[in-house]
């Protein structure tokens, strides 16, 4: 049995409402893929962002996707005019069944996000952490 210790975040993670959607990666666009059915428009299936960390999102989707899948995440700013605030590469960790609708909760971390897509993770953390010179309206980004 781990010890608590070992099981303890790495970072601290914000619960947010966030619309996204996620698309296959490119490493893994020959193993899977999102069809129509899964509600997919160019390859992309829409679902909530619900919380963010320093090194990984959580979410809730009405496409299962598999554990260890490699996917694109896109969040959206809030508003009537969304705008693309991130696209960053994650790992699937875990994926659980939820209980009050038909949909699934996956963990997922960052997987080897590029230098820009780590300014984006970073930038993204500094508005949640309360520091809105980052975004021009941060009430856009997080629906504040």
């Known amino acids: 049995m781990q010890d608590q210790q070992s099981m303890a975040r790495q970072g601290v993670r914000y619960d947010v409402s966030i619309r996204g959607s996620v698309s296959v990666a490119p490493a893994h666009a020959l193993t899977m893929k999102f069809g129509a059915g899964a509600g997919a428009q160019h390859g992309w299936v829409d679902l909530d962002i619900i919380d963010f960390s ?16 490699l996917i694109m995440v896109r969040a959206l700013s809030y508003g009537p005019d969304p705008r693309q605030i991130l696209e960053v590469p994650v ?3 875990r994926v659980c069944m939820t209980d009050r609708r038909p949909a699934y909760l996956l963990g997922t ?11 984006q993770i970073a930038a993204l953390l500094r508005v949640l952490e309360g520091d809105p010179r980052h975004f021009a309206d941060t009430q856009t980004v997080v629906g504040a």
């Open 91 to 93: 790992r699937v960790q």
């Open 54 to 69: 320093s090194t990984g999102i959580g979410m809730i989707s009405a496409v299962f996707i598999p554990r260890r899948a």
């Open 109 to 119: 971390c960052f997987a080897d996000p590029s230098p820009e897509q780590a300014e």
